[in-house]
Structures are given as structure tokens and as C-alpha cells.
Nanobody, 128 residues
Framework: QVQLVESGGGLVQAGGSLRLSCALS????????MGWFRQAPGKEREFVAC????????YYADAVEGRSTISRDNAKNTVYLQMNNLKPEDTAVYYC?????????????????????WGQGTQVTVSP
């Protein structure tokens, strides 16, 4: 049974930074591709970033490209999302997700259906 626990969310002013963390337990972390998604009130859950098993390949949503960095530490069973220059439109609940090793094409990794496990979410609020 895979469990994902996010942390690091909070309230930050526009232009500030946050680093979100997500720890996986229950299975071998290095066998999962990892992703971050976010969902604002009244909106669809949208892709933010993902990273492959070894951390060698990363994809980002256009909205966060250049402002965000996804990384993983397989020794710590943790994936991170560093968010810089935050904007009010970044306000959302951020979820990490795990997908079994396999197809890592961007077109599939940006879909929620690719991921088998989801965390509980962590709130990010960016004030103007």
C-alpha cells in the first residue's frame, strides 16, 4: 500500500517562494515516476510537473516553467517542488502523485489517469 504525504504549503506573498515535499512510503520509491498537480476552487486538477524514476527527465506545465523545479531524493523517498516567484494564480491545493514505471511520455504524464496514488494535498495561498 502506497502512502503519499505532502508538506510545505502555506501563505506567501506574490514573488515569494515555497518548497513542497512529498514522502512516499509502503513501496519502493525508486520504482515510481512522481508528479505534482494542483487544483484551485472551481477548476480542474491540472498538471504542474513530473519527474522520472531516476530524476533525469522532468516536465513542467507552461504556467510554472522557469519558476519551478521538481526534484527527487530516492534515498529519502521524497519528491520536491520548489516554487519561486509565486503568483496569486498559483493559489491551489497541491497534490503529489505516484505512477508506476512505464510510459513517461509527456502527453501521458500530464494526465491524472496515469497516476495510481495520490497524497492528501497541501494548501498554497499566494497573496497579491
Amino acid at each position: 500500500q502506497v502512502q503519499l504525504v505532502e508538506s510545505g504549503g502555506g501563505l506567501v506573498q506574490a514573488g515569494g517562494s515555497l518548497r513542497l515535499s512529498c514522502a512516499l512510503s509502503g513501496r519502493t520509491f525508486s520504482t515510481y515516476n512522481m508528479g505534482w498537480f494542483r487544483q484551485a476552487p472551481g477548476k480542474e486538477r491540472e498538471f504542474v510537473a513530473c519527474i522520472n524514476l531516476t530524476g533525469g527527465t522532468r516536465y513542467y506545465a507552461d504556467a510554472v516553467e522557469g519558476r519551478s523545479t521538481i526534484s527527487r531524493d530516492n534515498a529519502k523517498n521524497t519528491v520536491y517542488l520548489q516554487m519561486n516567484n509565486l503568483k496569486p494564480e498559483d493559489t491551489a491545493v497541491y497534490y503529489c502523485a505516484a505512477a508506476l514505471a512505464g510510459n513517461f511520455a509527456r502527453q501521458v504524464m500530464v494526465t491524472t489517469t496515469r497516476y495510481a496514488y495520490w497524497g492528501q494535498g497541501t494548501q498554497v495561498t499566494v497573496s497579491p
